[in-house]
């Protein structure tokens, strides 16, 4: 699986961006699916994560009530809605695949990733 993400960019404080991420080569319709993200200096961190028909979504606290991941697994693409970002949402973000229909929260379920698109919320 080739997993391409874009949509990130620089927004202000209380501003909103919808990342996108397409994956290529092979079907994903079977698999959970995740954003992570990590910060200049700061381990990477789990954001949100879909179980494979998009009846399970898991979102870490501090994302709750902002971020909203969905997939259609017609077009093998995930998204991430992130409304009322805040300066400490800034880092690259990066979509993932696990090789299990429900992976959770953890990296180390997930086999495939992508390049990352940078996510800059000015205060």
């Known amino acids: 699986v080739q997993l391409q993400a874009s949509g990130g960019g620089l927004v202000q404080a209380g501003g909103s961006l919808r990342l996108s991420c397409a994956a290529s080569?092979?079907?994903?319709?079977?698999?959970?699916l995740a954003w992570f993200r990590q910060a200049p200096g700061k381990e990477r961190e789990f954001v949100a994560a879909?179980?494979?028909?998009?009846?399970?979504?898991t979102y870490r606290d501090s994302v709750k009530g902002r971020f909203t991941i969905s997939r259609d697994n017609a077009k093998s693409t995930m998204s991430l809605q992130m409304n009322s970002l805040k300066p400490e949402d800034t880092a690259v973000y990066h979509c993932?695949?696990?090789?299990?229909?429900?992976?959770?929260?953890?990296?180390?379920?997930?086999?495939?990733w992508g390049q990352g698109t940078q996510v800059t919320v000015s205060s």
């Open positions: 993932a695949v696990a090789l299990s229909a429900v992976a959770g929260t953890s990296p180390d379920r997930y086999r495939y």
């Open positions: 080569r092979r079907t994903i319709s079977n698999n959970g």
């Open positions: 879909i179980s494979w028909n998009g009846g399970t979504t």
